[in-house]
């Protein structure tokens, strides 16, 4: 990225500085960086806000910390004074975007676009201080643009440009089909900036070619073009994949205060800066200045313990934090939590794989028989041993590894 010292001969301002500073962390590109520049000085010296959106399409109810990426750069822009515009797709949700795609998405339902919305809307809040969010819906004025409208839109780019796109260009060349209706995905999410007279557009790497589009109808409808800040997918759990519920790699932002502050204590070492530079609010400085301290011999644990504070605080709430941090340092030690799920079984004597299976502490009788094959499985805290074993009637409790438990009652 290049470095940018000053915009139309004028020195940067500490204000701008820091500004340009919180836009370029822990981002994959900010284009063109000197118009970005040219912005926040018009906005220092008006006082005017700057417009940032950044689109979401509620295709499904729930959303996991690789969403919050974005979010969390939107809330840094947010806390500097700029308006920041959350724009749900629910007129955009209905063509479905064919990003990263190899075969036509299917489009959801009315039904369906406006329950996700609603849940998407509380989400949101978890991270940006809704407030001061100005959300939209971009049915507002796509519904009004009627099929003439949208003709004249769609006069505006050409095909060619359109099959550069990387995933219609493979598509294409595997003779892989397109619908028309896919084409009409980013032209309508260009004309979303047009109509929100965005200055800047937020999206994941992915979304690169339809953030440009923005840029493209903005300036075919006479508007200043929006600048465009792409954020890097972030790694899941695995730290290899992208953070993906495909992958079984997420932590959902809704998951329990306990199951959150736990898997984020799992991660690697590594793998904890990267999400401090991407999902932490901490400072810049105070990040190096942690990270320094870990460098000359502060057990990593200690900055892992903090980020899954800041975290389950931010979606669950400080006492919640408190009580997670509680709960994990009682289950390290051996303890048994106060809160364990409780079942009731029957079928006894049932064999210690079917019986963790029913219990829900394993996925598979296979899985649960590994599981007790390397140690990982107590009852009533005696290591079971034996694959073969079969429990009678009674109440005990279970225990898989250090953190899944459950009080059964077998009959």
């Known amino acids: 990225m290049t470095d940018v010292t ?8 500490d204000a701008v500085r820091e500004a340009l500073a919180i836009s370029r962390r822990g981002v994959a590109d900010l284009l063109p960086e000197a118009e970005w520049v040219a912005k926040l000085q018009r906005s220092e010296a008006s006082g005017q806000p700057l417009r940032i ?7 499904a109810p729930d959303l996991h910390l690789g969403h919050t ?31 990263g795609r190899n075969s036509t998405r299917p489009p959801l339902t009315r039904e369906q676009i406006e329950a996700n ?25 796509s519904d009004a643009l009627g099929a003439r ?106 998951e329990p205060a306990n199951t959150m502050y736990a898997k984020v204590l799992s991660i690697s070492d590594t793998l904890m800066w990267r999400w401090y530079e991407l999902l932490s609010q901490r400072g810049l400085d105070e990040i190096a200045r942690l ?31 408190n009580a997670a941090q509680a709960d994990f340092a009682l289950r390290a030690q051996g303890g048994i939590p106060d809160d364990i799920p409780e079942v009731a079984l029957g079928g006894a004597p049932l064999g210690i794989g ?10 598979s009788t296979s899985e649960a028989l590994r599981l007790v094959e390397q140690g990982g499985v107590r009852i009533d805290g005696a290591a079971v041993s034996d694959k073969g074993l079969k429990v009678g009637p009674g109440t005990l409790t279970l225990q898989v590894g250090k953190r899944k438990f459950a009080k059964v009652t077998l009959s």
Not at 6 to 13: I, K, Q, T, W
Not at 72 to 93: E, N, P, Y
Not at 121 to 141: C, H, K, M, P
């Open 6 to 13: 000053h915009s139309a001969d004028r020195p940067l301002s």
């Open 69 to 99: 990426v974005v979010f969390t750069k939107m809330r840094q822009l947010q806390d500097l004074g700029h308006t920041v515009i959350a724009l749900i797709g629910d007129f955009t949700s209905t063509i479905g975007d064919p990003s």
């Open 53 to 59: 959106k950044f689109g979401l399409d509620p295709t």
């Open 354 to 363: 079917a019986l963790l299976k029913a219990a829900g502490l394993a996925p």
């Open 291 to 321: 990270r320094a301290e870990v460098a000359g011999g502060r057990n990593p644990k200690d900055a892992k313990v903090l980020l899954a504070r800041e975290i389950t605080t931010r979606f669950h709430g400080a006492a919640a934090a």
């Open 149 to 254: 409208g949208m003709i004249a839109l769609a006069s505006r780019y050409t095909v060619a440009r359109m099959l550069e796109r990387e995933d219609f260009t493979r598509r294409f060349a595997s003779q892989t089909p397109i619908s028309v209706h896919e084409f009409l995905y980013p032209l309508m999410q260009g004309y979303d900036s047009v109509a929100l007279n965005s200055d800047l557009e937020l999206g994941g790497t992915d979304q690169t070619f339809n953030l440009l589009m923005g840029r493209h109808m903005q300036q075919e409808h006479g508007q200043a073009p929006q600048c465009i800040l792409t954020m890097p997918l972030l790694e899941g759990l695995d730290g290899v994949e992208k953070m993906s519920k495909s992958k079984g790699n997420t932590i959902g932002i809704t």
């Open 117 to 141: 919305a609603r849940t998407y809307f509380d989400q949101i809040g978890l991270v940006l201080d809704i407030a001061r969010t100005e959300v939209r819906y971009n049915s507002e004025w």
